[in-house]
Protein backbone atom coordinates (compact mmCIF):
# COMPACT_ATOMS: atom_id res chain seq x y z
CA UNK A 1 0.00 0.00 0.00
CA UNK A 2 1.33 3.68 -1.02
CA UNK A 3 0.39 6.49 1.24
CA UNK A 4 0.12 10.17 0.43
CA UNK A 5 0.20 12.35 3.68
CA UNK A 6 -1.46 15.79 3.05
CA UNK A 7 -3.05 18.79 4.52
CA UNK A 8 0.12 20.32 6.65
CA UNK A 9 0.40 23.95 6.61
CA UNK A 10 0.43 27.01 9.16
CA UNK A 11 -1.91 27.76 11.67
CA UNK A 12 -2.36 29.98 14.87
CA UNK A 13 -2.57 28.52 18.04
CA UNK A 14 -5.61 27.58 19.02
CA UNK A 15 -6.56 27.32 15.46
CA UNK A 16 -7.27 24.02 13.41
CA UNK A 17 -6.11 21.78 10.48
CA UNK A 18 -7.05 18.33 8.78
CA UNK A 19 -4.67 16.11 7.99
CA UNK A 20 -5.41 13.26 5.39
CA UNK A 21 -3.49 10.07 4.67
CA UNK A 22 -4.61 8.83 1.28
CA UNK A 23 -4.07 4.82 0.04
CA UNK A 24 -3.56 3.96 -3.25
CA UNK A 25 -2.74 -0.22 -3.95
CA UNK A 26 -4.63 -1.57 -1.20
CA UNK A 27 -7.79 -0.88 1.18
CA UNK A 28 -6.68 0.93 3.78
CA UNK A 29 -10.48 -1.08 5.43
CA UNK A 30 -8.26 -3.95 6.67
CA UNK A 31 -5.13 -1.69 8.18
CA UNK A 32 -4.34 0.03 11.15
CA UNK A 33 -3.04 3.56 10.58
CA UNK A 34 -0.87 5.45 12.76
CA UNK A 35 0.33 9.34 13.09
CA UNK A 36 3.54 10.12 14.25
CA UNK A 37 5.33 13.67 14.03
CA UNK A 38 8.52 14.58 14.31
CA UNK A 39 10.03 18.35 15.57
CA UNK A 40 13.37 19.44 14.70
CA UNK A 41 15.50 17.84 16.84
CA UNK A 42 13.39 15.33 18.22
CA UNK A 43 12.60 11.66 18.24
CA UNK A 44 9.44 10.49 16.21
CA UNK A 45 6.64 9.97 18.63
CA UNK A 46 3.47 9.07 18.45
CA UNK A 47 -0.08 10.77 18.07
CA UNK A 48 -2.88 8.72 17.04
CA UNK A 49 -3.57 5.03 15.72
CA UNK A 50 -6.74 3.67 14.22
CA UNK A 51 -6.88 -0.28 14.52
CA UNK A 52 -8.56 -1.69 11.96
CA UNK A 53 -10.24 -4.56 13.14
CA UNK A 54 -12.42 -3.15 15.91
CA UNK A 55 -12.18 0.35 15.03
CA UNK A 56 -10.91 1.59 18.31
CA UNK A 57 -8.68 4.67 18.21
CA UNK A 58 -5.67 5.58 20.31
CA UNK A 59 -4.57 8.78 21.29
CA UNK A 60 -1.29 10.28 22.88
CA UNK A 61 -1.97 12.45 26.01
CA UNK A 62 -0.52 15.44 24.80
CA UNK A 63 -3.39 15.23 22.02
CA UNK A 64 -6.42 14.01 23.57
CA UNK A 65 -9.63 15.51 23.32
CA UNK A 66 -8.08 18.14 20.86
CA UNK A 67 -7.63 15.70 17.94
CA UNK A 68 -9.69 13.11 16.18
CA UNK A 69 -8.65 10.37 13.97
CA UNK A 70 -11.26 9.07 11.64
CA UNK A 71 -11.34 6.68 8.27
CA UNK A 72 -13.64 6.87 5.42
CA UNK A 73 -13.31 3.47 3.55
CA UNK A 74 -15.10 4.96 0.28
CA UNK A 75 -12.34 7.38 -0.15
CA UNK A 76 -9.92 5.15 1.32
CA UNK A 77 -8.33 8.15 3.76
CA UNK A 78 -7.66 8.24 7.14
CA UNK A 79 -7.71 12.11 8.95
CA UNK A 80 -6.48 13.79 11.43
CA UNK A 81 -8.48 16.86 12.53
CA UNK A 82 -6.83 18.86 14.82
CA UNK A 83 -8.46 21.38 16.67
CA UNK A 84 -7.37 23.67 19.61
CA UNK A 85 -3.43 23.67 18.17
CA UNK A 86 -0.37 24.28 19.95
CA UNK A 87 2.71 25.75 19.22
CA UNK A 88 4.43 22.32 20.32
CA UNK A 89 2.04 20.87 17.91
CA UNK A 90 4.45 22.06 15.33
CA UNK A 91 6.24 18.84 13.70
CA UNK A 92 6.69 17.32 10.17
CA UNK A 93 3.63 14.36 10.96
CA UNK A 94 3.44 10.56 8.96
CA UNK A 95 0.69 8.53 8.40
CA UNK A 96 1.97 4.95 8.78
CA UNK A 97 0.31 1.70 7.95
CA UNK A 98 0.45 -2.15 8.95
CA UNK A 99 -2.02 -5.34 9.15
CA UNK A 100 -0.19 -7.11 12.03
CA UNK A 101 -0.31 -4.96 14.72
CA UNK A 102 -1.51 -5.50 18.22
CA UNK A 103 -2.84 -2.76 20.23
CA UNK A 104 0.10 -2.36 22.13
CA UNK A 105 2.38 -2.19 19.05
CA UNK A 106 -0.04 0.51 17.59
CA UNK A 107 2.20 3.76 19.68
CA UNK A 108 5.41 2.39 18.47
CA UNK A 109 6.52 3.52 14.92
CA UNK A 110 9.30 0.88 14.07
CA UNK A 111 6.22 -1.61 13.71
CA UNK A 112 4.64 -0.21 11.04
CA UNK A 113 5.74 -1.46 7.75
CA UNK A 114 4.43 1.24 5.19
CA UNK A 115 4.99 5.10 5.84
CA UNK A 116 3.97 8.44 3.62
CA UNK A 117 5.89 10.98 3.27
CA UNK A 118 5.77 14.05 5.68
CA UNK A 119 3.47 17.30 6.03
CA UNK A 120 4.66 20.08 7.47
CA UNK A 121 2.77 21.77 10.38
CA UNK A 122 3.80 24.70 12.24
CA UNK A 123 1.68 26.40 14.68
CA UNK A 124 2.44 30.19 15.47
CA UNK A 125 1.83 31.84 19.00
Known amino acids: VQLQASGGGLAQAGGSLRLSCAAS????????VGWFRQGVGKEREFVAA????????HYADSVKGRFTISRDNAKNTVYLQMNGLKTEDTAVYFC???????????????????WGQGTQVTVSS
Open 96 to 114: AADQRLITSSLRIWRQYDY
Open 25 to 32: GRTLSRYS
Open 50 to 57: FKWNDAST
